[in-house]
């Protein structure tokens, strides 16, 4: 048998990369039996396949993930839970510093969503060139103060593409950030057509139960794998429940323990170790609205991406 990544899904086939080559696979019956509450396979899948006389394959075993982003979606049997990637080595949002000002709860939103599967997030701030890199690490460089990963970056001039070269070689990234934020032409000048392959595959986004028609990662020169996913919003709403989200925002959940009260609510009570965090500014006013909102306020605000 040979081992083999699934690079694309279709309509039932699926693409294995595999050291023969890519190969489009099936998967075999017996792997299907069951009732199911979820998808079998998905893009990042490593697999076992053998090959057929046609040099097609047929998909024999399905290797155990070390992590995969997934949400539940609601239908009218209960709910199925969608894997929108296997195997993710790191989540990488891309944000614009201005034009169009970035929506900073919706990266806070994404963020949940990566703490939450235990995946490392690499935030970029493009097109740094309209406001400068002074500006830039003035107005959102508490993200890194908090502890992530951030690159500064600009598709026009190339600062910072090299940097994010680096960081996407060799791993499996997740990309998602909202339109206009110049993912496509920063993946051009990461690696010359990656960003207009992948702005491809996400115009295929199908509309029901929020499914995609096609599901695909793309190979990277220095090795490594990128992959643009849709739903990461919606899954922020749906599979994270109301008192949990403290515990996702990494400057807020080490304070909880120090509240007066056990069920503290972080908004008006006394003695609260999160609010005096806040009026210190060892929390940044935003990331504090941004946690009273999803907690208290989330599904009044739906963007288009």
């Known amino acids: 048998m040979l081992r083999g990544l699934i690079v694309r899904l279709q309509s039932g086939f699926y693409t294995v990369d595999t050291d023969a080559g890519p190969v489009v696979c099936r998967l075999r019956g017996r792997l299907k039996q069951g009732r199911r509450a979820g998808d079998i396979l998905a893009v990042g899948d490593w697999v076992q396949i053998t090959l057929l006389e046609d040099d097609t394959g047929m998909i024999e075993e399905i290797e155990e993930r070390h992590s995969m982003l997934s949400r539940m979606a609601p239908t009218p049997r209960g709910e199925y839970q969608q894997i929108l990637i296997a195997n993710p080595d790191r ?6 510093c201005a034009d169009p000002e970035p929506h900073l709860r919706m990266l806070d939103r994404l963020l949940i969503v990566a703490e939450k599967a235990k995946i490392p997030s690499l935030i970029v701030f493009n097109k740094v060139d309209l406001i400068g890199w002074w500006y830039a690490r003035r107005w959102y460089g508490h993200y890194k103060n908090i502890g992530y990963s951030m690159l500064f970056t600009s598709a026009t001039t190339g600062r910072g593409v090299a940097a994010l070269r680096s960081c996407l070689a060799g791993k499996i990234s997740v990309l998602a950030g909202p339109s206009g934020a110049g993912k496509s032409s920063l993946l051009n000048a990461v690696q010359p057509e990656l960003g207009l392959a992948v702005r491809d595959v996400s115009k295929l986004t199908g509309k029901g139960r929020h499914t995609t028609a096609v599901r695909a990662m793309f190979p990277l020169e220095g090795g490594g794998y990128v992959a643009d996913t849709p739903g990461l919003k919606a899954m922020a709403l749906w599979d994270i429940e109301p008192e949990e989200v403290d515990g996702y925002f990494p400057e807020l959940r080490d304070l909880v323990a120090d509240c007066k009260f056990s069920n503290c609510m972080h908004l008006h009570e006394p003695g609260c170790a999160v609010k005096a965090a806040v009026e210190k500014g ?3 006013e935003e990331r504090y609205e ?6 208290y306020e989330e599904g009044s605000e739906e963007e288009e991406w």
């Open 91 to 96: 989540a990488v949002f891309v944000f614009a």
């Open 282 to 284: 060892r929390v940044h």
């Open 290 to 295: 941004s946690y009273i909102r999803m907690r």
